[in-house]
């Protein structure tokens, strides 16, 4: 698979704005999928880029940028429910390649 | 309600003990996979099958056998279970055969092999 790089862990306040950072090697690349995961919980989808630009989609976004091999979830107006593991999904067109997923923790 | 089940949810076996993980979908989907997800390591592909009669190995398939025989079903199968093949299954089916089909995922089968 594709190195897939994202942080390991993150914490940030109730109401507030967390961006999620993705690299990826970019040899052969389809998309890239961004999903949610509670945990024990089965992976959620919440987004899917193709182009490069920025994907709304009410408080979740998503942006990216195919050259650099980089792309971001923001999230806004944070809640105690977003704390979850996103995990980063590169497909390079062979296959779908999952980040080890970063771990989001909300605090009151 | 259009879903993916799996099961069981939970199992405890011992080594070399057979046993069959099912996965059923009820969307019509073409794709389906197996994952498995550890700590530190996250998920990682085990099999997949892009339509009936047809399988394929994933990233991890040392251990597993799958079939294919109906569109809805996608059973896992460990012949001869052992403690590395402790961890979390899951089983996923998208629309087509295209990877950017977006994935459906089961509800996790959680394995321990003692």
């Known amino acids: 698979g594709q190195n897939i790089d994202q942080p390991t862990e993150m914490t940030a306040t109730e109401g507030a704005i967390v961006q999620i950072n993705c690299t990826y090697q970019t040899s052969g690349f389809n998309g890239l999928f961004w999903y949610q995961q509670h945990a024990g919980e089965a992976p959620t989808f919440l987004s899917y880029n193709v182009l490069d630009g920025l994907e709304e989609k009410g408080r979740f976004s998503s942006f990216l940028s195919r050259s650099k091999g980089y792309s971001y979830l923001l999230l806004k107006e944070l809640q105690m429910k977003d704390s979850a593991s996103y995990l980063c999904?590169?497909?390079?067109?062979?296959?779908?390649?999952f980040g080890k997923g970063t771990s989001l923790l909300v605090t009151p | 309600e259009a879903q993916v089940t799996q099961n069981p949810r939970y199992l405890i076996t011992v080594t070399g003990k057979k046993l069959t993980v099912t996965c059923s979908q009820n969307?019509?989907?073409?794709?389906m996979s197996w994952y498995r997800q550890d700590p530190g390591l996250g998920l990682r592909q085990i099999y997949y099958?892009?339509?009936?009669?047809?399988?394929d190995k994933g990233d991890v398939p040392e251990g597993y056998k799958v079939s294919r025989k109906e569109k809805r079903n996608f059973p896992l199968i460990l012949e001869s279970p052992s403690p590395n093949q402790t961890s979390l299954y899951f089983c996923?089916?998208?629309?087509?055969?295209?990877?950017?089909?977006?994935?459906?995922f089961g509800p996790g089968t959680r394995l321990t092999v003692l």
């Open positions: 099958s892009m339509n009936v009669e047809v399988t």
């Open positions: 969307m019509n989907h073409e794709y």
């Open positions: 996923a089916s998208s629309l087509g055969t295209e990877f950017t089909d977006t994935q459906y």
């Open positions: 999904v590169y497909d390079s067109g062979y296959a779908l390649n």
